[in-house]
């Protein structure tokens, strides 16, 4: 069974057609990347597979379960978590009580149980940080596990962005340009990691990415997107001579659109 199914699914906005009629799979364990030029629907696609917009037509289904129209909470807790943007890390907070605070997020009512100091909060509490721990020496932050987030760097608060996400436990992961402002050397270590959590962790990963080196090297497989429509889909190296591809991209060599 398919960790995600996108089953013919169309957004309308007014007179625009943002997505029609896109079906996709994403296979357990998969890294599948959707690429396309500015305004293609990607990000439609995210947050109507995501709850954040409801499409006008069309299903979408985590391991079988419907979970078409569920608001993003009740979506999240299905397990398909897309990486929170910067603007949801709490600055003054150090870099391991985000952490902490996303894995209470995905528990019900621990606060309260937490005041009266029960055992099982106790417990709770100790493994939430041993979790936390392990993520962020996964990620790389671990020696700025005491650092206030607003202290990190560009690069590194990406990376505090995906350890949230980890945090929540997903079995499916989406990430909206990850690689977006970070540095030739922050886009490897990134890539790493991507593969770190598919191979090591059997992460199912769901990535709208513009830079084509990090798309080409981490992705099993790679769906393009334009005006709405999905126009091909196939291994990174298929796609990258796909002659509708290549069109969509105004004929621009792949290099030159990763610059
Ligand atoms: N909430 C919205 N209201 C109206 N139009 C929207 C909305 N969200 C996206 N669009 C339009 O849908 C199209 C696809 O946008 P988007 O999904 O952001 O593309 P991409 O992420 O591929 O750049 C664009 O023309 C955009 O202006
Ligand atoms: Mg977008």
Redesign the pocket.
Known sequence: MAMLEIDGVSKR??G?Q?VKDVTLRVGKGEIVSLI?P???????LFNLITGFARPDSGRVRLEGEDVTGLSPEAVARHGMVRSFQITNVFANMPVIENLRLASYLRMRSPLLSDVFGLRSARDRAARTMKEANGILDLVGLARFRDTPAKRLAYGQLRLLEIAIALCVRPRLLLLDEPAAGLNSREGEKLTELLRRLRDGRGLTVLLVEHDMDLVMSVSDRVVV?NFGEKIAEGTPAEVKENPQVIEAYLGTPFEEEAA
Do not use: Q
């Open positions: 906005y007014g625009l943002a396309g500015n305004g293609a629907g990607k990000t439609t997107l």
